[in-house]
């Protein structure tokens, strides 16, 4: 039902994998997330907690590197212990803090010089934009469907990320006091999971936000599109319900911010009669670019 939706959805959804450690410790902690794109300018649509794992992931990472620098140079002697000790303290560094967070964004672009997040006011919705790059990792974007009259209870709908983190392209580099990515591939699988539309999700002043799944989504497959069998995108895979029902954020609210931000999107020109026939709808041209993981 849903074969050649998926491929199509495969082309522009893409896993961000993260390598993470706890103070202290030499095991590595791998994750992953998703993200999918909706143009060719290194736009993409994922959740606001993914965003800001981006942007947290620069702090971490420089906090811990400043922190290295300083213990690297407390002199050798008999209070060397002590003086550790304050600086853990200074920087709150327990067993069960962490320290290091690295982010692989695979197959997005070919380089990187820039990552900026817009986040929603009030949904959970995050833009992404890639800037410094050549080419594009990703082919076609996702074509979101021209209305929404088609998504009503007892519908299916298909979701697609990459929730299991399986690669094993890390190690604990114990000399530099480091956790770095090796050259080996790496490996993870994209996963689809259907689901029928169960109930819409309302505000009081009756706007359809979400979109309720008979199925629950996964962790790691937050961010990814949701998409009927012509491959037609509805809305993005946010949650899980606490009834362990799938929640997704509806196209609405996704075209809503897009339009806000100025970014160019595309849409289904035939009411869906015609999967494959696009139109773009452009509203202005995409904002501007931040050096590293910019919030906004």
């Known amino acids: 039902m849903f074969v050649n939706a998926v491929e199509q959805a495969s082309k522009y959804t893409r896993p961000i994998f993260t390598i993470a450690r ?36 620069g702090n971490i990472e420089k906090k811990y590197a400043e922190f290295r620098k300083k213990r690297n140079e407390i002199p050798a002697g008999y209070n060397f212990e002590e003086q550790l000790k304050a600086l853990e303290t200074l920087n709150k560094y ?16 070919d ?19 890639f800037s410094g790059y050549e080419r594009i990792g990703y082919s076609g974007y996702a074509t979101f469907a021209a209305s929404s009259e088609a998504v009503k209870p007892g519908k299916f709908l298909c979701r697609l990320g990459y ?9 604990y580099d114990a000399e530099k006091d480091d956790i770095v990515w090796t050259a080996e591939k790496l490996r993870s ?6 689901g029928m539309v169960t109930r819409l999700i309302g505000e009081q002043d009756g706007e359809i936000i979400g979109i309720e799944l008979s199925t629950p989504g996964y962790k790691g ?13 509805y809305g993005m895979q946010t949650g899980v319900s606490p009834i362990n029902l799938g929640q ?13 931000e ?16 696009q139109s773009f709808i452009s509203m202005g041209a995409p904002s501007g670019t931040g050096n590293g993981g910019k919030m906004s």
């Open 22 to 57: 706890r103070y202290g410790r030499a095991e590595v902690i791998p994750g992953s997330a998703t993200i999918f794109f909706v143009n060719e300018e290194g736009w993409a649509v994922t959740t606001k907690q993914v965003a800001r794992m981006i942007v947290d992931a």
């Open 94 to 109: 327990s067993d069960d803090k962490i320290c290091q967070l690295k982010v692989n964004f695979v197959d997005c672009v």
């Open 111 to 129: 380089r990187i010089s820039g990552v900026e997040c817009k986040v929603h006011p009030k949904y959970d919705v995050a833009l992404v934009h």
């Open 163 to 171: 929730p299991f983190p399986e690669f094993r392209n890390f190690k």
């Open 189 to 194: 699988p994209r996963f689809p999971a259907e």
């Open 221 to 233: 497959a937050s961010g990814g599109p949701l998409f009927d069998q012509r491959g037609l995108v």
């Open 248 to 260: 997704c954020v509806h196209m609405d609210i996704i075209k809503g911010m897009l339009n806000k």
């Open 262 to 277: 100025g970014v160019k999107y595309y849409e289904d020109q035939y009411g869906a009669k015609n999967f494959g026939d």
